[in-house]
């Protein structure tokens, strides 16, 4: 099982998170609208033991 995490491009802070818990980022970046403002996301992905 594949675990994933979406941060915002943007939000170093956030971003550190996901590496802490031994998630990678894995290359795919998909546009968010928050707010009417598009902004990037950064995957995270993590294979789970289930």
Do not use: I, N
């Given at each position: 099982?594949?675990g994933?995490?979406?941060v915002l491009?943007?939000?170093?802070r956030?971003?550190r998170?996901?590496?802490?818990?031994?998630?990678?980022?894995?290359?795919?970046?998909?546009?968010?609208?928050?707010?009417?403002?598009a902004?990037?996301?950064?995957?995270?992905?993590?294979?789970?033991?289930?």
């Amino acid at each position: 099982m594949r675990g994933t995490v979406r941060v915002l491009e943007g939000e170093s802070r956030a971003r550190r998170f996901p590496g802490r818990a031994g998630f990678a980022a894995d290359g795919v970046e998909e546009p968010f609208e928050a707010g009417g403002t598009a902004v990037s996301e950064v995957r995270y992905a993590k294979e789970l033991q289930g």
